[in-house]
């Protein structure tokens, strides 16, 4: 969704820069830092004047997020100012929105601004178009983003059943290409509120901007979808909605509605995990028509961030789950739990203990890919991956494994984890792998057996394979 980079060291100041290509995006303020200026540059080759690339300035005033990459740092800034970057401001029509504040920081933020865009044009075509530059100073930068319909949504065949065989996601869809965990209340990106544990926060970008939902394009894809799997001598049943961003946010209501309609015609049914859906009578009535399962994502507000700003807690999607209970929907608790750990861990007791209340429960074990995630769930990163028996691909963690990827994973379940969850074929089931074993509820799909399996090496190779070629 974005980035943060560290960029130079301006009069003994660090200066954060944060990039888009997308028209009136802005930048939400990240914790401990400034937001200073807004600028826009014409971008290198382009033939009009509104082809623009967007930079939002911050200098820091704390501890950074460990998010931050810094490799930009160094030589960038350092430089001596040329005659030829002194052209830059010209060439690329650079227009400077100043807050008011930080008036006085104003050749800093040109001096930033200037090598920044020089660096990145360096080489490239020049713009075709120069028209005069323009400055001006606010108190506050509003993001001017629009949301807006592009492409229609495509449905895709490939997920987690292509690694692990027997899960039951046959087909993905996704709204979007961003989440709204990484987007402010008022418009802003915002990528380091996305839930800290997220798997697919890097991969989101492209907002404002959102996928048609038909219902004729939608059964066309699922008809030749069929198609195709069944020459593979492979069934297509179970569609998941919201594959890598959130499906259950009010702005998707109509695609919702749509997706549900075109699947019912179609025999399929939905798994739908969320953290924003509210209570509908609408979709509630589709998600029961089309023997779904409705998946009320759980864990700690304090790694959730982007949910709560819009009131979604995890007491508030309790709340909804009962709603949709009492309606008749199969709506379960998808509970993050440190698998290690008595009772799910510190952080996921709690709220374990109140989804046990639910008729059905879906455990999910944490993975860990940040370090700072690890410090707080495992107490430790690098130090829990010393001085262990390897695991099949040679990394080792206490209590949890190293993936390909650098997830931390659990190598083993506690015993009160085991006695909930018993052969996976109850009440209360879990949806996890490391690198040897697979647990799978069939997320309580009708006449689904949950299972525990081991995971072949082959099938680990497979997905090694897949992302060494990216």
């Not at 460990?66 to 800034?77: A, G, I, Q």
């Not at 046959?170 to 418009?187: K, Q, V």
Request: hydrophobic share 35%; with cysteine; charged share 25%.
């Amino acid at each position: 969704m974005g980035r943060l980079f560290l960029i130079g060291y301006e009069r003994g100041m660090t200066v954060l820069g944060m990039y888009s290509k997308n028209p009136g995006i802005v930048y939400a303020t990240p914790h401990n830092t400034e937001h200073i200026a807004h600028v826009t540059y014409v971008n290198s080759g382009a033939l009009r004047q509104d082809n623009r690339s967007n930079i939002d300035y911050f200098i820091v005033t704390g501890t950074l997020d460990e998010r931050v990459v810094t490799e930009k740092s160094v030589v960038l800034h350092q430089r001596d100012f040329s005659p030829e970057m002194a052209d830059i401001e010209r060439k690329h029509s650079i227009n400077w929105n100043i807050i008011s504040r930080f008036r006085h920081l104003e050749d800093t933020i040109r001096n930033v601004a200037i090598k920044d865009i020089y660096a990145h044009a360096y080489g490239k075509p020049r713009p075709l178009e120069v028209s005069n530059s323009r400055k001006v100073y606010s108190e506050d930068i509003k993001s001017e983003a629009t949301i807006k319909k592009t492409r229609y949504a495509n449905i895709d065949i490939n997920g987690k059943q292509t690694f692990l065989p027997d899960c039951i996601l046959d087909l993905n869809l996704d709204f979007a290409n961003w989440c709204i965990s990484g987007i402010s209340l008022d418009g802003k990106l915002s990528p380091l509120n996305s839930c800290d544990y997220c798997y697919a926060s890097y991969k989101h970008s492209g907002y404002p901007n959102i996928y048609h939902v038909s219902k004729k394009h939608l059964i066309e894809q699922i008809t030749e979808a069929k198609k195709e799997r069944a020459q593979k001598d492979l069934s297509t049943r179970y569609l998941r909605l919201g594959k890598r961003t959130e499906a259950g946010y009010d702005l998707f209501y109509e695609h919702i509605l749509t997706t549900l309609e075109a699947c019912l015609e179609t025999g399929i049914s939905v798994v739908f995990p969320t953290k924003f859906l509210q209570f509908d009578k609408n979709i509630a009535e589709l998600l029961k028509r089309t023997d779904s399962t409705l998946l009320f994502s759980l864990g700690n507000d304090k790694f959730e961030k982007g949910p709560c700003l819009y009131g979604r807690t995890n007491n508030w999607r309790i709340e909804q789950a009962k709603k949709f209970l009492d309606f008749g929907v199969r709506a379960v608790p998808y509970v993050l739990i440190d698998a290690i750990k008595e009772n799910g861990g510190h952080f996921f007791s709690r709220v374990l203990n109140e989804a046990m209340t639910f008729p059905l429960v879906q455990l999910i074990p944490i993975k860990i890919r940040q370090r700072a995630l690890a410090n707080t769930i495992l107490g430790g990163w690098q130090s829990l991956i010393e001085g262990q028996e390897d695991d099949l691909l040679g990394y080792s963690c206490g209590g949890y494994e190293q993936s390909q990827s650098h997830s931390r994973l659990h190598i083993d379940v506690h015993t009160s984890i085991k006695q909930h969850i018993m052969n996976n074929n109850g009440c209360v089931r879990m949806c996890s792998h490391n690198n040897n074993t697979m647990w799978c509820g069939k997320c309580f799909m009708t006449g689904e057996n949950g299972r525990i399996d081991s995971i072949k090496k082959v099938i680990l190779e497979k997905k090694i394979q897949r992302r060494k070629k990216k």
